[in-house]
């Protein structure tokens, strides 16, 4: 599976970007879609995902009610809608998916997925 990540940008804070996340194809019926992002001298963290058995969607604590996390099933693509952008948001962010499904406590865990795109840089000015 590849993955095509894109939408990146130059955003002032409290601005808005929305990155997509195409897939080649679809590993499995139920596989996870996430986003994962990485700051300069920092570890790679979750941001969201979406459970695609429950088409159930999981944020990280920092991102909540700020990014929405969506799939297209019949484009293969996920897609992250980021409002009120803030600093601290910049980072290169990446898609993530894997084979199968996966159980809720693990689905904020980087080692879980196989599949990862090239990342797209989101950088927000204050």
């Known amino acids: 599976v590849q993955l095509q990540a894109s939408g990146g940008g130059l955003v002032q804070a409290g601005g808005s970007l929305r990155l997509s996340c195409a897939a080649s194809?679809?590993?499995?019926?139920?596989?996870?879609m996430a986003w994962f992002r990485q700051a300069p001298g920092k570890e790679r963290e979750f941001v969201a995902a979406?459970?695609?058995?429950?088409?159930?969607?999981y944020y990280t604590d920092s991102v909540k009610g700020r990014f929405s996390v969506s799939r297209d099933k019949a484009q293969n693509t996920v897609y992250l809608e980021m409002n009120m952008l803030k600093p601290e948001d910049t980072a290169v962010y990446y898609c993530?998916?894997?084979?199968?499904?996966?159980?809720?406590?693990?689905?904020?865990?980087?080692?879980?997925?196989?599949?990862w795109g090239q990342g797209t840089q989101v950088t927000v000015s204050s």
């Open positions: 993530a998916t894997r084979n199968g499904r996966i159980i809720t406590s693990a689905i904020h865990q980087a080692g879980q997925y196989a599949y």
């Open positions: 194809r679809r590993t499995s019926n139920y596989a996870p």
């Open positions: 979406i459970d695609t058995w429950s088409n159930s969607p």
